[in-house]
């Protein structure tokens, strides 16, 4: 099984900074890697498929990168909307999850 | 617009069964391929059956293996899933998502429903 790392487990940013999240594969994923947000009550939703697609309807702001084992989501100017859990998501070899990322308000 | 709506959720003894249920709507829901997803707080998200768009061709996480049995009627546009033989270990909300062929990755979920196994 493919063991996805995600850091930090919480990451404090003020509005209006940039946040820059961290996925770590335990072994190459390729491209096929996906970050969804995840806010309480709702439907995780996806942002960003093989790596650096964003998904349809997704803001500018948010941007993937990374191949292999190391992918980075980063959002550029943290909105109100934004605070909230972030997951890595590696579709390679069947499905595993990081263990998410809760963005806080600084 | 594309929706997926869980039910079924509920308490239940260890060893008891439980059948949930995904509604969707807003799309071919014949032609895409569903998984669900659980998610616990001790042990985050979990893959945990997929089921292809004709029902023929389904796969689980060994995890479940044996226990869970996944199906759909695609007359009716909805997917279930079967929990037998229930653990502590399988408490946690249950989550189906679209995949998106070729890619391979989810592009939507429902929200989810809580199933909680105790004695």
């Known amino acids: 099984e493919i063991v996805m790392t995600q850091s930090p487990a919480t990451l404090s940013v003020s509005p209006g900074e940039r946040a820059t999240l961290s996925c770590r594969a335990s072994?190459?994923?390729?491209?096929?890697l996906a970050w969804y947000q995840e806010k309480p009550g709702q439907a995780p939703r996806l942002l960003i498929y093989?790596?650096?697609t964003r998904a349809t309807g997704i803001p500018a702001r948010f941007s993937g990168s990374g191949s292999g084992t190391e992918f980075t989501l980063t959002i550029s100017s943290l909105q109100s909307e934004d605070f909230a859990v972030y997951y890595c998501h590696q579709y390679n070899n069947w499905y595993t999850f990081g263990q998410g990322t809760k963005l806080e308000i600084k | 617009q594309v929706q997926l709506v869980e039910s079924g959720g509920g308490v239940v003894q260890p060893g008891r069964s439980l059948r949930l249920s995904c509604a969707a709507s807003g799309f071919t829901f014949s032609t895409y391929a569903i998984h669900w997803v659980r998610q616990t707080p001790g042990t985050g998200l979990e893959w945990v059956a997929v089921i292809s768009s004709d029902g023929i061709n389904k796969y689980y996480a060994d995890s479940v293996k044996g226990r869970f049995t996944m199906s759909r009627d695609n007359s009716e546009n909805t997917l279930y899933l079967q929990l037998s033989s229930l653990r502590l270990e399988d408490t946690a909300i249950y989550y189906c998502a679209r995949e998106i062929a070729p890619h391979r990755h989810f592009d939507y979920w429902g929200q989810g429903t809580l199933v909680t196994v105790s004695s």
């Open positions: 093989d790596a650096s």
């Open positions: 072994q190459s994923v390729s491209s096929k």
